[in-house]
């Protein structure tokens, strides 16, 4: 039996791992040089696709190759096709594009990650990007790119709060507002929406840029400031955190929710949005894998578990913690604030 069991072990897995770092950086090729645009109006050969994008045909078909290994491509014959998932989350212009992420992969979290030996045997991250003075130009340079990976959770908010169907004024805060995907997706389900946008002063021209292109900018109000220092002001009906807790760590975490505790309406819910690891720690991999990513870009970040943050929320005095079921990486959180 011993035997049988070593001879199953190949080193097959980690030979798939060592090239890891292959993929994204094919699709960001792929990417910028507008292959799955250049398809999504009909199949290609790599002849035709490389004359029109103005590349290599060497060039597509080796990384072309490697999207249909990947599943990125479908190939008949000679012609290259999208796939669904391609389509549906490549194409730039669509709702779900998530093109843009691969940039901000290679050009700002890959190269911190090359010190990852470094990072583990001090515990300092190369950068802070949790601090103003380092993480302003960080987020301002990709919040707009990852709008998509949040659009679908933050329109399944505003459904399944009937925000469509609101007869009274409603206050969004947006914490942490980055691209401002969380308000602007609700103000844009009613008229009746108002967002008071939280952020530091390098970012918000970010928000506020996107909020025009959105056509709800004049219901937009910009606030400047570290978040547990910027007036996030009272008697707001929702409360949003878009991926931001992992970056605080737990002791900011904890602090922030009690005083966007104090900024909610009583009734009032707060949504937050993070990568959820398991109670035990043992999956699922991308909030595992994030977690190392936030050893290596900020002091204290890390990914929870529903249970630890639903922990969090009661101290505050949230009753009820929950999650929602959205299109996204993980569910939503949402509480309550009691009415008395």
């Known amino acids: ?26 699709i960001e090729a792929a990417v910028k040089h507008r292959l799955f645009d250049l398809l999504d109006a009909a199949p290609k050969t790599a002849v035709e696709l490389a004359r029109v994008a ?10 072309g190759d490697a999207l249909v290994g990947l599943g990125f491509l479908g190939r008949q014959g000679d012609c290259y096709m999208l796939t669904p998932e391609s389509a549906a989350f490549l194409v730039a212009g669509k709702p779900g594009y998530h093109g843009g992420f691969f940039h901000h992969l290679s050009s700002q979290l890959m190269p911190n990650w090359l010190q990852l030996e470094e990072v583990v045997r001090t515990g300092k991250g190369v950068d802070a990007v949790n601090a103003e003075d380092k993480g302003t130009q960080f987020f301002a340079e990709f ?19 009937r925000i469509a169907k609101t007869k009274q004024p409603l206050s969004v805060l947006d914490l942490a507002a980055g691209s401002g995907v969380w308000g602007i997706a609700l103000a844009e389900q009613s008229p009746l929406v108002r967002v008071r946008a939280v952020d530091w002063p390098g970012v918000l021209p970010v928000t506020e840029r996107v909020a025009a292109r959105h056509g709800v900018a004049d ?25 931001i807790l992992h970056s605080e760590g737990r002791e900011r975490s904890r602090k922030l929710l009690k005083k966007t505790f104090a ?13 959820l690891v398991n109670r035990e720690r043992t999956g699922p991999l991308v909030p595992l894998l994030f977690a190392v990513n936030m050893l290596v870009n900020t002091d204290h970040g890390d990914t929870f ?33 009691p009415r008395s």
């Open 219 to 243: 219901r937009l109000t910009s606030v400047p400031g570290d978040l547990l220092k910027a007036r996030l002001g009272t008697n707001h009906q929702v409360a949003t955190l878009g991926h």
């Open 263 to 275: 900024a909610l309406a009583p009734g009032g819910t707060i949504a937050i949005m993070e990568f």
């Open 305 to 337: 578990s529903f249970e630890e943050i639903s922990g969090w929320l009661r101290d505050a005095g949230f009753t009820k913690p929950r999650r929602l079921a959205v299109p996204a990486v993980s569910p939503l959180i949402l509480a309550t604030k």
């Open 54 to 63: 103005g590349v290599s045909e060497r060039g597509v078909r080796a990384i």
């Open 1 to 26: 039996m011993k035997n049988a069991m070593n001879a199953e072990v190949t080193p097959e897995r980690l030979m798939q791992m060592s090239w890891g770092y292959a993929p994204p950086l094919i």
């Open 143 to 161: 919040v707009e790119a990852i709008l998509p990976l949040s659009y679908g959770a933050a329109r399944a908010l505003g459904a399944h709060l």
